[in-house]
């Protein structure tokens, strides 16, 4: 086959990102439509034939797309640089280029069910060269053309003209028009520019997306990266925005009363003044937290200040250039959505969420579909499904920083609503300390919300069988596990998560004393959903109950199926024990046997096998020898654990040998949804169980129907 055929037949498999203009944050819809593609494809790959840089192996979009997606170097590339590209140009040499994109494209083509690929720039010289230059790779790549214009800066009827025009442009060139998307337009406008556009004659539509202050905004990292700062003290988090910036240069009662929350600090390096007064706006909740200090002019601090400002909550960097030109080398620096910034992602693929209709978008485009669920895809359709139908989710822990990062992301990536309980003062200042915006997320201090009287009331009722008077019910309600249960139980929120900072007894026990046990289950707990290379498996009880009986064990059967269908597994289970069929006997082996019975009695329409030893349950070639006619041997998803000594060790044991993501533990049996953290947990982690609660809820309210 000729590079030429093979192209051709990549042909609908190809999404070329394209700027009409520069400054048009391309990059943002590319990873929007990476997130889309890759939740509906089994490989994608990710293509940029001409990069700014000319270390081309180390582009910083190709290295985030390989990190976000988890994509090999093979299919996921960039092609030549920028100067190399300008100087085949000038040599005319055009078919060069093209050739060399072509063969690097159709290598990566045959690897992946579609690539998208993202052109230049536009910041050369000559932007409708580069312009002309992308159409003409995307009409040879065989890819369709998804067109980004820019609405910063300008006006409605001059964004519906640059539309208009690019359409032309990409019709004069003979491209196919996939969409085009008017990015960077100011929240306000978008009605304004949606009105005003008129419909091309292709009839493909136009997505408007705003301009995002939190991918706009550099991060004091990304200065330090900039200007090569060096850090000398405090925090090692570079996240932290920078959201103004202050030069120092007036007396220290004048400086504070301009310092403002996220503001860079630039100070000549003997001022110690300055210096101790920064660091001490951080130890009160009336003062603003900065998100780092610059040292100016190469002047060594006093060596007294040195201990203070190894204490500072944000980085203290220091540099030999003069506080003049350090402030404009900083005001100079631009923010990327490619920085290691996993906040700026969530940002983008938020605004991306809200106002892309992707499966409107991806229509036209032939994806075969997937048939491997991979760690990664799972993972990015947990916060899609999670999306799809919002709720209200309470985080009772606003002590930790994680529980506060992970909001942060949440928010932004606008999974659902959110409420965070502690002192409304002490949660922002943890929340400044550590550079997380909590913007758009609801604090409440329980002693202080008005639905404090009321909870104390009803906890009261509920439990006055066990001797709670008033008294007692209102000190139980100040406690922030207590109060977001109850929050769960009379339907202010949806779901709860904690047990990041406090132990899994603290979790559970309240919502055992009230929120109590669905219909028709006698036991709360637990599953691990195994996130294994090319499939997902539901491992139970591995946390919370540590020798069930055989009615408790068919009851976390039928409830770890339940659970598996909610997260697209289909649910065929194994119930576990150290013998397979009739080949061996005991009081552990009958017990799995009754409680296989039982669920095929309550469930029959539940495919179930036991008692049935590991291997066979999981392998083929062992269960056509052992267990011939299952059809759950050798195919199991659901794998249903004796004990849990035995359900705790193995999938610890699976999870390091094979490597599998192991998400969980995740609650089932009760009412409403409440999970539980661990203590070692991740903001990942806690991204990730917020998704399931939500997601729990989701099925909670359709069986409440």
């Known amino acids: 086959m000729t590079r030429d055929e093979t192209v051709a037949q990549k042909a609908a498999q190809g999404i070329y990102v394209s700027a009409a203009m520069p400054g048009s944050g391309k990059s943002l819809i590319t990873l929007g439509l990476a997130d889309a593609l890759h939740r509906r494809a089994d490989r994608i790959g990710f293509f940029r034939p001409i990069v700014e840089s000319d270390e081309v192996s180390a582009d910083p979009m190709v290295e985030m797309m390989a ?10 590339r960039a092609g030549m640089s920028a100067r190399e590209a300008r100087s085949l140009l000038a040599a005319g040499q055009r078919e060069e280029i093209d050739s060399r994109c072509v063969a690097m494209y ?14 230049t720039d536009l910041m050369g010289q000559d932007a409708a060269v580069e312009f002309g230059l992308n159409a003409r790779l995307a009409n040879n790549l065989g890819a369709v053309m998804l067109a980004v214009v820019s609405a910063k800066g300008r006006t409605t009827t001059e964004v519906a003209d640059a539309v208009d025009v690019t359409r032309k442009e990409l019709t004069d060139a003979r491209c196919t028009l996939l969409a085009m998307m008017v990015n960077r337009a100011a929240p306000e406008q978008i009605p304004d520019i949606a009105s005003s556009l008129r419909p091309g004659a292709s009839g493909k539509p136009v997505y408007i997306l705003p301009e995002i202050p939190e991918i706009a905004r550099s991060t004091v990292g990304e200065v330090a990266a900039n200007l090569g700062l060096r850090q000398i003290a405090g925090s090692p988090e570079h996240e932290r925005d920078a959201e103004s910036i202050k030069v120092a240069a007036m007396s220290v009662g004048n400086f504070l009363n301009v310092l403002e929350n996220g503001a860079l600090v630039i100070v000549p390096g003997d001022r110690a003044d300055v210096m101790v007064a920064t660091l001490a706006s951080t130890f009160s909740p009336e003062f603003p937290v900065p998100s780092g200090l610059i040292l100016t002019g190469g002047l060594v601090p006093d060596a007294h200040i040195y201990p203070l400002l190894a204490q500072a909550p944000f980085p203290v960097f220091d540099t030999a250039e003069d506080t003049y030109t350090t402030a404009q080398r900083v005001s100079e620096v631009r923010s990327e959505i490619w920085s290691p910034q996993r906040r700026k992602v969530a940002a983008a693929l938020g605004a991306w969420s809200r106002q892309v209709d992707e499966a409107e978008l991806l229509e036209r485009i032939d994806i075969p579909r997937p048939v491997r669920m991979t760690p990664l895809r799972f993972l990015h359709e947990l916060i899609e499904k999670a999306r799809a139908d919002r709720k209200h989710i309470v985080l009772p822990e606003g002590e930790d920083a994680r529980i506060l990062r992970a909001a942060e992301i949440l928010h932004r990536r606008d999974v659902c609503d959110l409420t965070i309980l502690g002192k409304e003062t002490e949660v922002r200042e943890l929340a400044a300390n550590h550079g997380v915006d909590l913007s758009g997320i609801q ?3 329980p002693a202080e919300s008005p639905l404090y009287p009321g909870f104390a009331e009803e906890y009261a009722k509920l439990r006055a069988h ?18 977001g249960t109850m929050m769960v139980q009379l339907g202010e929120v949806d779901g709860m998560v904690s047990g990041a900072a406090h132990t899994t007894a603290n979790t559970i026990r309240p919502a055992l004393e009230f929120v109590k046990t669905a219909p028709g289950v006698s036991i709360v707990s637990s599953v691990f959903l195994m996130l294994l290379p090319d499939r997902v498996l539901v491992y139970g009880d591995c946390a919370v109950n540590p020798e069930p009986n055989e009615e408790q064990l068919a009851d976390i059967a039928i409830a770890s199926a339940q659970t598996a269908e909610q997260f697209g597994v289909d649910p065929r289970v194994a119930m576990l024990s150290y013998s397979t069929g009739e080949s061996g006997s005991g009081a552990a082996v009958e017990e799995v046997r009754r409680a296989t019975e039982l669920v095929r009695q309550r469930r029959p329409d539940l495919a179930v096998e036991g008692p049935i030893q590991y291997d066979a349950a999981a392998d083929a070639s062992i269960a056509a020898s052992k267990l011939p006619s299952s059809q759950v041997a050798g195919q199991a998803t659901v794998f249903i654990f004796p004990d849990l000594n035995t359900g705790n060790n193995t999938y610890k044991a699976v999870q390091q040998s094979s490597r599998a993501v192991a998400v969980g533990p995740v609650l089932q049996g009760l009412r409403k949804p409440i999970n539980d953290l661990s203590r070692g947990c991740t903001v990942e982690d806690i991204v990730n169980t917020v998704a399931i609660t939500a997601i729990q809820a989701q099925g909670s309210e359709v069986g409440e129907r």
């Open 67 to 76: 990190r976000t997606f988890d994509l090999s170097p093979e299919v996921c």
């Open 106 to 119: 159709a290598e990566i083509a045959r690897e992946v069910d579609v690539v998208i690929v993202e052109g």
């Open 443 to 445: 604090i409440m201090d």
């Open 466 to 483: 066990k001797g709670v008077d008033i008294v007692r019910a209102r000190e139980v309600m100040l406690e922030p596990s207590y109060f």
